[in-house]
């Protein structure tokens, strides 16, 4: 039982590069989230989903697309990478009961 | 107005000292509560769920004042091992939202 991963770990992007970070859960959970977490922000929602082939905005959502073709995978994109999108990404998946399990973690940084 | 406000501290407290931590919350329409830990350069991980008639494991304390909307975390007998950041989150009663504090961070000093 993994809990929740997240690809790749660290990542340096250009200005206008796109990338695709990836979110894997293997506990079952309905329920994923995209957070970014910036010095002083504190963890904003970018995007989240409530199941297989739903996904809805969060507080920060400009930039970024998502999608949740499979029940335990939820990705993550940015098509034209900025540098005010540097940031530690972190996924999440929830159980109703217990809150929210993060992921390790992505740090991204947009030169 | 934020939906969650803490302290940010920094608090350092030597070993074996108690410490609390208070956190605000702007929505009364609020209904879950939580205290996560976070590590330098980690991921958030779940402390603790915070209920109406307060809720003790092991050395930690959270307790919950809805008529003031506020939560606390209480760590008793410090450990070096505590030192880290912590979250004070809040879920409203409807949607799918979790909205977290920008954490407070404690030192324990030896």
């Known amino acids: 039982n993994a809990g929740v991963t997240q690809t790749p770990k660290f990542r340096v992007l250009k200005t206008g590069q796109s990338m695709t970070l990836l979110c894997a859960q293997d506990?079952?959970?309905?329920?994923m989230y995209w957070y970014r977490q910036d010095p002083g922000m504190g963890l904003r929602l970018i995007h989240y989903?409530?199941?297989?082939?739903?996904?809805a905005k969060g507080e920060v959502p400009d930039g970024y697309n998502v999608s949740r073709l499979k029940k335990q995978n939820f990705l993550l994109g940015l098509e034209s990478a900025a540098p005010s999108q540097t940031s530690v990404y972190f996924c999440?998946?929830?159980?109703?009961?217990?809150?929210?399990?993060f992921g390790p973690g992505t740090r991204l940084t947009v030169t | 107005r934020k939906e969650v406000e803490q302290d940010p501290g920094p608090f350092n407290v030597p070993e074996g000292a108690t410490v609390a931590f208070n956190c605000t919350y702007s929505?009364?329409?609020?209904?879950?509560f939580f205290w996560y830990r976070q590590d330098c350069r980690k991921e958030p991980k779940l402390l603790m769920s915070?209920?109406?008639s307060g809720n003790e494991d092991g050395r930690f304390t959270a307790q919950l004042n809805r008529a003031s909307q506020y939560i606390s975390l209480l760590i008793r007998d410090s450990k070096l091992s505590d030192s880290a950041t912590y979250l004070c989150?809040?879920?409203?009663?409807?949607?799918?939202?979790?909205?977290f504090g920008t954490g407070t961070s404690l030192t324990v000093i030896p």
């Open positions: 999440a998946s929830r159980d109703e009961a217990r809150g929210e399990y």
């Open positions: 506990m079952n959970h309905e329920y």
């Open positions: 989903s409530v199941g297989e082939g739903t996904t």
């Open positions: 929505n009364s329409a609020s209904q879950s």
């Open positions: 915070v209920y109406s």
């Open positions: 989150v809040v879920k409203r009663n409807t949607g799918y939202q979790f909205y």
